[in-house]
């Protein structure tokens, strides 16, 4: 399975009813087009170690939600605040909370 948008997002654009952002590849941009008019997406940050290294270089992945990196806080910002269908989870700060 490719993590390049470019390489499943044509086939699924439109058709998802849930889609589970673990990775933030593209600002979840990607995730947000394969929905359905009523699917809704959750993001999810703290599981990309996997990526971390393949991605390093790449300006549009985030590594979860870092204050100091702009295109990590407006893709938490999207998720959170603009996009109506989607659902903004941090695992880091739900385990430091529990």
Known sequence: FSTNPKKWLPSLEGKMDVVIDNLCVDGYDSSYRALTPDGILVCNTGNHSALQLQHQDDPAF??????NDLNSWWSGVKAKYVWNRAVFYDMNESYERN
């Not at 985030?62 to 204050?67: A, I, K, P, S, T």
């Open 62 to 67: 985030c590594l979860g939600f870092d204050e």
